[in-house]
């Protein structure tokens, strides 16, 4: 079975994301892309593998994203909040924020809040650059993204319609999100990621969507993000500087396949 041919994982979501975690010690020498795909047919139908390894630079450990079609990601915020509280609980970071290192990028994260086995975790995301064009509006958050402005959310088909629509003019290879400005200081967002397709949450997205609306002057600097996974609140420092993100994190239990519903009163990010 399954279970039986699978190393060491531990299980957990961020907002709604379900994520596998393994260390690269334990994985020997198995192809991690081969298995996300493997674990996309578990019962806890993750949406991705986070490998994680030592590092010898200045962060506290390294990750990698594993896409359920076994495509590498660049960045996966909602991933990334479930690594800093792994790492935290585990005692493998100091006193401090925890460093996470994602490519060329090294992220700071602190465990804000715990409750039972969920807790409201923050991090810092790498410094958006934004373009606008004419319908659209893309960020590179590690990542790119295209934002799709709506008067109001689409739904599930036409959305997986629109989808579609955006593939064949090209954008299949970045990360699509219907947004709907719902106040200077709310907003609602649905996803399409690359490699998985139609997720609860994306935590790169809502902090690219805020960061761009934002440097429009369309919404506040700090906004909450409703996603069908949950809540998340994100915080665009202005241009140059790193945004923020905070949202709940916690684990998968064994008969667990979605988020527990339960959310935290978001705040900002503490400084780090």
Same mark, same amino acid.
């Given at each position: 079975?399954? +279970? ?9 979501? @961020? ?6 975690? =393994? ?17 996309? =047919? *578990? $019962? ?6 986070? &490998?994680?390894? $030592? ?6 450990? =390294? ?7 076994? +495509? ?20 493998? &970071? ?7 290192? %994602?490519?060329? *990028? &090294? ?6 809040? &715990? +409750?039972?086995?969920? =807790? ?7 410094? $958006? ?18 934002? /799709? ?8 088909? +036409?959305?997986?319609? !629109? /989808? ?14 219907? %947004? !709907? ?15 998985? @397709? ?10 690219? #969507? ?9 919404? *506040? ?16 420092? @202005?241009?140059? #500087? ?16 979605? $988020? ?13």
């Amino acid at each position: 079975m399954m +279970s039986d041919r699978l190393p060491m994982l531990r299980w957990m979501q @961020g907002t709604g994301n379900r994520f596998a975690i =393994a260390d690269q010690a334990d994985l020997q020498d198995r192809d991690p892309s081969e298995l996300a795909r493997l674990l996309a =047919a *578990h $019962p806890h139908r993750p949406d991705g593998l986070l &490998v994680l390894a $030592p590092d010898a630079t200045t962060s506290d450990v =390294a990750m990698r994203i594993f896409n359920s079609d076994g +495509s590498e990601a660049r960045m996966c915020g909602n991933g990334l909040r479930c690594v800093v509280y792994d790492q935290v609980r585990r005692g493998l &970071v100091g006193a401090g924020p925890a460093r996470i290192r %994602v490519g060329d *990028h &090294v992220l700071e994260g602190r465990v804000q809040s &715990v +409750s039972g086995q969920e =807790a409201l975790v923050c991090t810092t995301m790498p410094v $958006p650059t934004i373009v606008r064009t004419e319908g659209l509006l893309q960020v590179e958050l590690g990542n790119m993204h295209v934002i /799709v402005m709506h008067d109001q959310l689409p739904s599930e088909e +036409s959305w997986r319609y !629109q /989808v579609g629509k955006l593939h064949e003019q090209g954008l299949n290879d970045v990360n699509l999100h219907a %947004v !709907q400005i719902l106040s200077e200081d709310t907003i609602a967002m649905s996803s399409w990621e690359r490699g998985v @397709g139609p997720t609860l949450a994306c935590a790169s997205g809502a902090t690219a #969507a805020v960061s761009g609306l934002a440097s429009m002057n369309r919404i *506040h600097d700090s906004v909450l993000v409703k996603q069908p996974g949950g809540e998340l609140r994100v915080h665009w420092q @202005g241009d140059g #500087a790193q945004p923020t993100n905070s949202g709940m994190v916690g684990d998968l239990d064994e008969d667990e396949q979605g $988020p527990s519903g339960n959310n935290m009163r978001q705040r900002h990010c503490e400084q780090t």
